[in-house]
């Protein structure tokens, strides 16, 4: 069993930058895939970014220019550093991690259904 949890939302102006952790309890996670997701109110979830147990990445295309995801093993810690933040990204975030299934798509990577594990979510807001 692995608890994820997630810190660091907060709310912050439009342009500016936050970093997202997700600390994973229970269980080692170097070989899962981990994943992180937002849902805006009234909408669905969406993925965000995912990063595999040998570091490769993918990213939904509005964010792969302005976020990055990272893990560090050694302490079992996912981030999403998020840079020039806008107001639509306004949303919950959170981590999740799942079984690195080999031959996976790219946008397999990015469904929820392909995860497992969810932490309770970090809210982002951001003001114009």
């Known amino acids: 069993q692995v608890q994820l949890v997630e810190s660091g939302g907060g709310s912050v102006q439009s342009g500016k930058s936050l970093t997202l952790s997700c600390v994973a309890e229970?269980?080692?996670?170097?070989?899962?895939?981990l994943g992180w997701f937002r849902q805006a109110a009234g909408k669905s979830r969406e993925g965000l970014a995912a990063v595999d147990s040998d570091g490769s990445t993918v990213y939904e295309d509005s964010v792969a220019r302005r976020f990055m995801i990272s893990r560090d093993n050694s302490n079992n810690t996912l981030y999403l550093k998020m840079n020039v933040l806008k107001p639509e990204d306004t949303a919950m975030y959170y981590c999740?991690?799942?079984?690195?299934?080999?031959?996976?798509?790219?946008?397999?990577?990015?469904?929820?259904?392909?995860?497992?594990?969810w932490g309770q979510g970090t809210q982002v807001t951001v003001s114009s």
């Open positions: 229970g269980h080692p996670t170097s070989d899962y895939r």
């Open positions: 999740a991690a799942g079984p690195d299934t080999p031959f996976l798509s790219r946008s397999s990577k990015l469904v929820d259904g392909f995860y497992i594990y």
